[in-house]
């Protein structure tokens, strides 16, 4: 009886430490997923907004090989620009958006439905590089930013195909069920924008938008010389907003969302929080379009990556300590190896407490069979 006894405050102490094993893994890095759906020269303004977010992304550094950029059609090269090789969203033409550092991944005919779908569930040809894939994990957080011609519960793509809202939520839950994502904010700025996430189902999903069911998003303003509108209302306000965020701001996602003024966006922007697990007022807006820093400290000097010309027992004894007993280094490097043997790093606690759980049984199973020899 007395070891069952026992048994069971190492059973509560198991108890106590599996909850932080469950806790949402550490925020190790971020990811953006950009895409101008839209082709044909009087569609310029959605590959201008995608590049907009491309360029502030960068700016708030998340590095090209985060960043999936996919364009549908190539506004720059087109015949109809006045302004051969370059894209702007601004009239005073004071930044090329397509400048020598843009890096596109997927452009013209290779943004498809299908390779959408891919880039966010992982399913590539073995062929596809490295730079293709969406290489996250399930401490990423991940920003899904996409722009072009919308309507209920659906986006088009090269206005040739569709991708529905129901295909799009079961894409995101196949991330969630591989573990490609620790978080995602969903931006849609289209027609009916907030259809497209209305089926979304997967926990961590945080989403916005530039309209509501029934409604029209509109461009904000033109470029005489190149004749076309060159940024849509609400990328536009969120790119005015950005402009003050730098790498270390403290701004929020619910201050960001403040923004959105429905007599300046002609329209009503929308939001869905409901899977999201953290309050806006406590989400940093640099923790989606900014970089993650991961520091590190190590416990001492750097000793153990140049070599250390004296030996620790030379320093003791030079030090006048006195030379440790048998006892001592025995039971040192016994804890050494217990140690060892438990240490794992900051994102194992589900391994350590199955360590500290066979520890237990182990110590309870052999108190069990010194009590029956005992009986």
Known sequence: MAPLLLLLPLLLLISSIAPSAMAAPAHTSN?????????????????????SIYHTVKRLGIPDDHILLMLADDMACNARNSRPAQVFNNEDHKLNLYGENVEVDYRGYEVTVDNFLRVLTGRHDPAVPRSK?????????????????????????????????????????????????REILFMVDTCQASTLYSQVYSPGVLAASSSKKGENSYSHHLDMDVGVSVIDRFTYYTLQFLEGVRTDSAATLE??????????????????????????????????????MDVKHTPSGYSGFTGDPTRRSDRRRSEGEAKPRREEREATAAAAAAASELEVGAGDEGDWVLGVSCLLIGVTTVLWHKALRTD
Request: charge should be neutral; glycine fraction near 4%; hydrophobic fraction near 40%.
């Open 133 to 181: 894939r969406l290489l996250s994990d399930e401490s990423s957080n991940v920003l899904l930013y996409m722009t072009g011609h919308g309507g209920d519960q659906f986006i088009k793509f090269q206005d040739a195909e569709e991708i529905q809202s129901h295909d799009l939520a079961d894409a995101i839950q196949q991330m969630h069920q591989k573990g490609r994502y």
């Open 255 to 292: 201050s960001l969302f403040r923004v959105y003024d429905p007599r300046l966006l002609m329209s009503n922007a929308s939001f869905r929080d409901d899977l999201f697990r953290r309050k806006l007022d406590e989400v940093r807006v640099t923790e989606f379009f900014g970089s993650v």
């Open 31 to 51: 990811w953006a997923v950009l895409v101008c759906t839209s082709r044909y020269w009087f569609n310029y303004r959605h590959m201008a907004n995608t590049l």
